[in-house]
């Protein structure tokens, strides 16, 4: 007998899997290949007390993943909104984020930025400034610290399905254990010599805060590659250019050097911030 389930967690090749009737089976894919994610529907077979074989996935509304030339790595599936968590220490990519956001713009998925540790009073100012693009573009950015005031984060994840992504070392597991008691997601601090996180969560779980309103929490990123993405995809993931799309002398011109470009034009009026385009033109390097 087929049961329905959501994948609650990702270990390499083994699932947890939830069943609608709440309980939870070990899975193993049928096959050699896995691609399955955390928030996957997927019909499981018993194979054994507590364990299952899953059979069956569902089709996914979105899928979040990441991509280079040798391989992908999928993150969430089924997902409405992509939590981005950064940090006022250690430093965070802005570019990182860039990409971040132009995932979520391919899959139609709501962002929303989270600005952590700001009890690091002396520090907050440079990391706004550092969000401010986004900001403008109108994506919502929430100030916070995970281990004060976490709670100011529950009402953006009601009735959505979250991801939440990051580097290492920007708190996501601290946030997840606030808002889920008994998580016991694992922390560490951050290594100040190399200002930058260490490496504690090692595979995506799923959270449960009530009936509409669920979160996943995904191991720290440092590089997000969007080899998937075409070049035209990637344009429409930037909203700033959306509007310049079309306006360029040339109808296949690639925001670059060409004459006339409007992309190009808007950023030398100060219209796009310099470091959107550079991140516009590192994705568009990648695509080939």
Do not use: W
């Amino acid at each position: 007998m087929k049961l329905a389930g959501t994948i609650v967690a990702a270990h390499g090749r083994q699932y947890r899997v939830e069943l609608t009737s709440g309980e939870t089976l070990l899975c193993f894919p049928r096959g050699k290949k896995s691609e399955l994610a955390c928030g996957d529907q997927v019909g499981v077979q018993r194979s054994g007390d507590a364990q299952g074989v899953i059979v069956s996935v569902d089709p996914r509304r979105t899928l979040l993943y990441r991509s280079n030339d040798f391989k992908q790595k999928l993150i969430a599936a089924n997902v409405t909104q992509i939590v981005i968590v950064v940090a006022t220490e250690p430093s965070f990519s802005d570019e990182l984020v860039s990409r971040c956001m132009v995932a979520a713009e391919s899959q139609d998925i709501k962002a929303l930025i989270v600005l952590n540790k700001c009890d690091l009073s002396e520090r907050v100012a440079p990391a706004v400034l550092a969000l401010a693009p986004f900001e403008k573009l109108g994506y919502p950015l929430l100030r916070l610290s995970a281990r004060a005031d976490a709670e100011a984060l529950r009402p953006y994840l009601s009735g959505q399905t979250s991801v939440l992504v990051g580097q290492s070392g920007m708190g996501k597991s601290t946030l997840t254990n606030a808002l889920v008691p008994g998580a016991q997601a694992p922390t560490r601090e951050i290594s100040a010599a190399l200002d930058c996180g260490k490496h504690t969560t090692t595979h995506a779980t799923l959270y449960r805060l009530d009936a509409s309103s669920v979160f996943i929490d995904s191991p720290g990123l440092q590089e997000f590659g969007l080899r998937h993405l075409s070049s035209g995809a990637i344009e429409l993931g930037f909203p700033e250019f959306r509007l310049l799309l079309g306006q360029c002398r040339f109808r296949n011109c690639r925001h670059d050097r060409e004459p006339d470009c409007a992309v190009h034009s808007a950023v030398q009026r100060g219209d796009i911030d310099p470091r959107r385009y550079a991140a516009f033109r590192s994705l568009c390097a990648e695509a080939g």
